[in-house]
Structure formats: C-alpha cells, structure tokens
T-cell receptor
Framework: DTGVSQDPRHKITKRGQNVTFRCDPISEHNRLYWYRQTLGQGPEFLTY????????KSRLLSDRFSAERPKGSFSTLEIQRTEQGDSAMYLCASSLKAGGRGEQFFGPGTRLTVL | AQKVTQAQTEISVVEKEDVTLDCVYE???????LFWYKQPPSGELVFLIRRNSFDEQNEISGRYSWNFQKSTSSFNFTITASQVVDSAVYFC??????????????FGKGTRLSVIA
C-alpha cells in the first residue's frame, strides 16, 4: 500500500494528557498537511510542511498544538494537555509541490476522543 | 479570504436518479484550483476531480461530470445514474496557486448524499 498512512487510527485519552499522532505521506510527496475535522464539518487546515520546513503554523488551534517533520518524511502532531474540545478526527494529507496540480491525498485519519 | 459554500446539507435520491451537488466559492485570486472529494462512511477522503481557474471547459468522466462557471463562482458536480455506493459526504474545496505552490485546501461543510435502493 503506497497511500498516506496514519497511526493510531483511534485514540482515547483523559483530559490533561498529551497525545502524539504520526503521519507517513506518499513517498515521493514533498508536501504534508494536517487538518482537523469535527462532526458535520469540513476539514479545517492546521499546518503544513514542504520537506522539513513548516510553511504555516498560525492556524494551529492553540500553543498546545505542535507539529514536526524532522527529516522531511513522516510527521508528528502533538497535542499537550488535551481538552474535551480537542475531540475530533485529525487528517493528514500529502501532495507534490511541482506542477501546480494541487490535489492532496488523504490518510484514514486519527480519531481522538478526550474523556 | 477564501470561502466555499455548499448550501445543500443533505440530499436523498433513489438509485439511478441523477443528482447535482452545488458549490459556490469566493477568492480574490485569479489563479486557483477547485476540487471535489468524497468521504464514505469509512471516513477516508477520496479525491474525485480537479479543475483550474483557466479552464472552464466542462467534462464528463464516467458517471461524474462537473460544471464550472467563473461568472457565478460555481463548481457544481453531477453524478449520473446514482448507485447506493455513491452514498457519502461530498466536499467541495478550493486552493489558490502561488509561486510557492498551492495553498492548503479550504473546504465547504459538505453535502451528505444518500442513495436509496
């Protein structure tokens, strides 16, 4: 399978705990995106990378959210001191920068439940 | 600022009927891309179609077709002869094209399509 993969698929945690999600993009894709999707809404952009450079992070929901892509391959999204409002589906996508085609390919998502 | 509006929250059709999903967008840029994605009950977003702002030619791909009209900022999507497997939430999305590449996607709220056998 050469698609975007995310781990874990589901995470249940208690309020106040830290969680980390991983995303492995399609291997030749140099761009990687994180989105959040709540029930009944479309995905909402959080942050993205080109190779290891984080191009935009102002849309991260608070300073409790951070993301890395240290070697330009996989990425992690961490949420510190989770709150019940963080419960959502966290989606990762990847794309090629070149060519301006722009379509992003999404992983299956990580569903976070904060109790 | 970019915005995508999908006014239809839910649509139900009987199998084999044609169905059109509406999408209206807002952007200040002249160069942009429009997309339709499908999200079946499994949850994974599946890319369906892409159209750039330079090309208003409407196309048909299998049972899918789309109608892009810059004059009305609309990018409607039609499924012909709908099938039960088409039941899903459909999202319209917009991305602007910069020298640094495409901007992240801005999504509408989605339209839930139910195809009844």
């Amino acid at each position: 399978d050469t698609g975007v993969s995310q781990d874990p698929r589901h995470k249940i945690t208690k309020r106040g705990q830290n969680v980390t999600f991983r995303c492995d993009p399609i291997s030749e894709h140099n761009r990687l995106y994180w989105y959040r999707q709540t029930l009944g809404q479309g995905p909402e952009f959080l942050t993205y990378f080109q190779n290891e450079a984080q191009l935009e992070k102002s849309r991260l929901l608070s300073d409790r959210f951070s993301a890395e892509r240290p070697k330009g391959s996989f990425s992690t999204l961490e949420i510190q001191r989770t709150e019940q409002g963080d419960s959502a589906m966290y989606l990762c996508a990847s794309s090629l920068k070149a060519g301006g085609r722009g379509e992003q390919f999404f992983g299956p998502g990580t569903r976070l439940t904060v109790l | 600022a970019q915005k995508v509006t999908q006014a239809q929250t839910e649509i139900s059709v009987v199998e084999k009927e044609d169905v059109t999903l509406d999408c209206v967008y807002e952007t200040r840029d002249t160069t942009y891309y429009l997309f339709w994605y499908k999200q079946p009950p499994s949850g994974e977003l599946v890319f369906l179609i892409r159209r750039n702002s330079f090309d208003e030619q409407n196309e048909i791909s299998g049972r899918y077709s789309w109608n892009f009209q810059k004059s009305t900022s609309s990018f409607n999507f039609t499924i012909t002869a709908s099938q039960v497997v088409d039941s899903a939430v459909y999202f319209c999305a917009l991305s602007e094209f910069l020298n640094s590449g495409n901007t992240p996607l801005v999504f509408g709220k989605g339209t839930r399509l139910s195809v009844i056998a």
